[in-house]
């Protein structure tokens, strides 16, 4: 739930455990009253419902399967996939190409302020140059790694690398072109 903190997001998700709405059947059937009780902890949980409800009609195209989503995406590719994702509203660029990685493995850096802001640190290059090098991978190891590396970096831009870089406490400053001391 995108512009939530994550603590809200996880009481959220308890909440909805809590009336048995991880089951996505229940959540298409059930009163956007309940879903909003439930997600209230997030910012502007009322438009959240219909984008939830929304996601959630997508994945009944699907018999409910993420694994037949998956492969239905893998199927299409990242231009038609990334159509089909951002036609469901709440559904931005950034979001498909996150849910295009992480969801279906394809391999799509997102254009994340913070990932954009950390690659180009670390190479000194060009986000669009980078992004377009690391999506041509084919290495298979680096295919598997991208889903997790690109969360992790997403979080050492939030926590290191800010617009204000803490450099000091960086562990990739030895490979960093804009750090002190990098190469």
């Known amino acids: 739930m995108q512009g939530s903190l994550l603590k809200d997001v996880a009481r959220a998700i308890e909440d909805m455990r809590r009336e048995d709405l991880l089951d996505p059947r ?3 059937l059930s009163p956007d009253e309940i879903i909003e009780r439930c997600i209230k902890s997030t910012r502007f949980y009322r438009s959240k419902v219909r984008k939830l409800k929304e996601m959630t009609t997508l994945l009944e195209r699907f018999q409910f399967s993420v ?3 998956k492969l239905h995406l ?3 590719g990242i231009k038609d996939g990334k159509g089909m994702l951002m036609n469901i509203r709440g559904i931005g660029s950034e979001t ?3 849910i295009l990685l992480q969801v279906s493995g394809i391999p799509v850096i ?3 302020r913070g990932l954009v802001r950390i690659l180009e640190r670390l190479y000194g290059e060009d986000f669009n140059e980078i992004r377009t090098k690391l999506e041509n ?3 298979k190891r680096f295919l598997n790694i991208l889903p997790p590396l690109v969360l992790l ?4 831009s939030r926590v290191v690398c800010k617009s204000k870089p803490k450099c000091s406490v960086c562990v990739l400053k030895e ?3 804009s750090a002190p001391g990098g190469i």
């Not at 970096?153 to 050492?156: A, G, P, Q, R, V």
């Open 67 to 69: 694994g037949r989503m």
């Open 137 to 139: 991978m084919r290495d």
């Open 96 to 98: 498909a190409d996150m």
């Open 153 to 156: 970096l997403l979080e050492h």
């Open 74 to 76: 893998k199927k299409v």
């Open 26 to 28: 229940k959540l298409l």
């Open 175 to 177: 490979e960093c072109k």
């Open 110 to 112: 997102p254009a994340d």
